[in-house]
């Protein structure tokens, strides 16, 4: 068992940095994006370990998988070729030496109980940098194939709270568990060994609705928020923050970006037109809109053409320019107040070999690293 209480002082999601990075979505195939473009994600462990490898010696404080179960269709059925995070974060802890590794996880796919010892092993093997992002609900097409039933939005959010307080008694009590709640029974649970962390790994989650915020403030370390424009996140920043204050709690809020270099402006959103407008798959987009319950009825023509666009082009905010370009536009999100940015690149390897030879040195110049 690890020193009580050192999580402040050992976990790389607590370093002093300025603005914090992570890689998102290395595990799937395609990272974020969905297109054809050439030097996409492949969704193969040799390249997610060369994505994670590359983070690490920048020393990003987090590196973030997605939880997918099955693809949306199209050319590229993005998310229907994954690495399954929990094992995907094993390996990647046994190849990294700083970065903090999570995995995600949708509480109706993976029993607290395993959840508990999944992320006790991986933080065993990271040496304390394990973080857990839950997942409290995803499209519906996902959770049928487990043969669960959907559950309402409000009972989402009581199941996970009931899931959370398992694992964490589970992380931290040497007594046995038992526990009979509304959706989860345990008889004498335990695990051991327990995470290094304490009292505990870190936690994330995404919820964006009143009751995803309420629960974030409450429960979680970290609230991970997507905004149309910098007012909106600043905005976000501030009511997290406030409503964890509400329950005597601090937490962290980061947010995504997809990373679009060129040797300029015109040469990035160049390099944009191609892997969107020339080789993006428009109706993988389509299939997640409609796993999504996205109909025509619930948008506007233009909201919904400009969505999915954002579905193609990676999502989260769009970070384009050359390399000075994109430094101050990491700037403008940690001026918000923005403790961290997840990243992806449309050519995934070849784009974050380039951030950190042009890019980071910059950030660290500037005192953002």
Known sequence: MGTLDNRMSTHPLYSHRTLKLGTFASNVAGGCVKSTIRGR?????????????????????????????????GLTDHGGTSLESYTWAAAVAA??????????????????LMAAKQGATIDQISGGRFALNLVCGWDRPEMEMFGNRMLSHEERYRCAAEWLHIIRTLWTSEEPLTFHGEYFDLQRARISPQPLCRPCPPVMNAGTSETGRQFAAQHCDIAFVTAQNIEDISSQVTSYKAAAQEHGREIQV???????????????????????????????A????????ITEDKMSADMRARFREKLVSGG??????????????LAVLSKAGVNGILLSWPKYLEGIHQFRSTINPLLIQAGYR
């Open 254 to 284: 980061w947010t995504y970006a997809t990373v679009v270099q060129g040797e300029n402006e015109a040469d990035a959103r160049a390099r944009y037109r191609e892997y969107v407008h020339e080789a993006g798959d428009w109706d993988c």
């Open 286 to 293: 389509d299939g997640q809109m409609h796993a999504l319950g």
């Open 95 to 112: 190849s990294t030496q700083q970065s903090g590794v999570f995995s995600t996880s949708h509480i109706s796919t993976v029993h607290p």
């Open 316 to 329: 989260g905010h769009l970070i384009l320019g050359s390399a000075s370009m994109i430094v101050d536009q």
């Open 41 to 73: 994600a492949d969704g193969s462990w040799q390249q997610a370990r060369d994505i994670s490898v590359a983070a690490d010696s920048m020393e990003f404080e987090a590196l973030v998988p997605l939880g997918r179960w099955r693809g949306h269709g």
